[in-house]
């Protein structure tokens, strides 16, 4: 029977237990289980027929977390971790060896970013960065040793989109994987399995979860791909995901498809007061036609999700106002949680510790989204009228009650 997307956050990977007959999912805690005397003890020979064995192996609620999540995707099955950056590891050393070839998105999470300038090449492992919304830099950049290709769609933190479809056939051409990290997009905007990726990845701890109280993570695919990976990297590395936080995460993917609409409208309404603000330069939203790749997003999102960045003239002096004057907004990293979360990102602090542009014109498709530094606003599930008052009267210098360079709080000190 095939369910819609909301039936499927709700109900796909749990079951009434059959025993107690317990209608909501059990945390299971136990990091062991009582098995079979001849049960085999290396992981080598681990038979998926035969039942819970460790935690680490494989656990009932991780499980169900993992049938949901797979549900969703619309994947052939998935592998949940302690974290998203617990994920992408566990991918990138199950494929890559020494003398491979990775190409890797120029702006991606800034772990990921990190990794792959550092540690990944003193491994003996080649990696290009590359601009993915340039379908000929991607061409250009492939070997004969290219094994993976991997992008972020939107991009974490320009919003800067890929198209899946076709990045995954210029991959496939050299017998290369295509990975895509589909956090920002969610499985409700985006399928990349369905567009001919090999992997999607999400951090759980964003959207998936939604709730800002668990981190998680997950690799999806292929029966055959994941199974190695299962085996060769997951259960080993150890970045297992606790039950506890599966439960959680589990709980908010329920609401998913909901939130997502909550997120996109609310996104709308703020894209609209900070286009019109006249302190706000420039505004990045993918539901917005004066996106750059406004076409691409229509054609690939389904929504558009809850992230945007804006620009101002004076990115570092606002966002300590920000930091300071926002009442319900919280002035944070991280995203897709039911709180608005909000961030300053400047752009020189960034080519110095995370983003190492090679040539003008990568360099110039940053400046193109960000200028000398973008705001990365997380838009949650509260009144968008509410967030819209506290947008207001934090970026508004001369508000009467609060005179610019004076706030309540340093103006309550002196009185001291
Ligand atoms: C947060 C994030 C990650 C890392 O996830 P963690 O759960 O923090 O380890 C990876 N990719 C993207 C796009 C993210 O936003």
């Known amino acids: 029977m095939r369910l819609g997307e909301q039936t499927k956050a709700v109900h796909s990977g749990e079951f009434p237990n059959p025993v107690t007959g317990a209608s909501a999912p059990d945390i299971v805690m136990s990091t062991t289980f009582v098995t079979k005397a001849d049960t085999a003890f290396s992981v080598e020979s681990m038979d998926e027929n035969n039942g819970w064995i460790y935690t680490r192996w494989g656990n009932p609620t991780i499980h169900q977390l993992e049938e949901k999540l797979a549900a ?14 617990a994920a992408i590891t566990a991918l990138l050393f ?17 772990a ?35 094994r993976l290709v991997y992008i972020e769609t939107p991009c974490n933190p320009l919003l800067r989109l890929t198209d899946i479809a076709a990045v995954a056939a210029i991959a496939h051409g050299v017998g290369a994987k295509l990975i895509v990290d589909s956090t920002f997009a969610t499985p409700i905007a985006t399928k990349p399995l369905l567009l001919d990726a090999d992997f999607v990845i999400h951090s759980l701890t964003k959207y998936a979860g939604g709730h800002g109280d668990a981190l998680g993570g997950v690799v999806l695919g292929r029966k055959d791909d994941l199974a190695s990976l299962r085996k060769k990297t997951a259960i080993r590395f150890g970045g297992t995901l606790s039950p506890f936080n ?4 589990l709980r908010g993917l329920a609401t998913l498809p909901l939130r997502m609409r909550v997120h996109q409208e609310n996104a709308f309404q703020i894209a609209a007061f900070l286009a019109q603000h006249p302190q706000v330069k420039r505004v990045i939203y993918p539901g917005l036609p004066s996106h750059p790749q406004y076409d691409l997003a229509r054609r690939q999102m389904k929504n558009f999700s809850g992230i945007l960045t804006f620009q101002v003239a004076n990115g570092k002096e606002t966002a300590r106002r920000l930091a300071e004057k926002l009442k319900i907004i919280h002035y944070a990293v991280s995203l897709g949680h039911h709180r608005s979360l909000i961030f300053y990102l400047e752009s020189k602090e960034l080519f110095e510790t995370t983003f190492k542009f090679s040539t003008q014109k990568q360099l110039d498709s940053w400046n193109t989204f960000a200028g000398e530094g973008i705001f990365r606003l997380s838009v949650g599930l509260e009144d968008a009228e509410d967030l819209i008052a506290d947008l207001e009267q934090a970026l508004n210098v001369c508000s009467p009650a609060s005179p610019s360079g004076f706030s309540t709080h340093s103006v309550a000190k002196e009185k001291q």
Not at 94 to 110: E, I, K, N, P, T
Not at 114 to 125: D, H, Q, R, Y
Not at 246 to 249: D, G, M, R, S, V
């Open 112 to 146: 990921l970013s990190e990794l792959t300038n550092e540690l990944i090449p003193a491994l003996n492992i080649e990696i290009t960065k590359v601009d993915m919304s340039d379908t000929d830099a991607v061409k250009a950049a492939l070997q004969p040793n290219t």
């Open 72 to 85: 969703l995707e619309e994947a052939e099955t998935a592998v949940a971790f302690s974290s998203g950056m």
């Open 94 to 110: 199950h494929l890559l060896h020494a003398g491979d070839h990775a190409v890797v998105s120029d702006v991606a999470y800034a």
């Open 246 to 249: 599966a439960w959680l995460i």
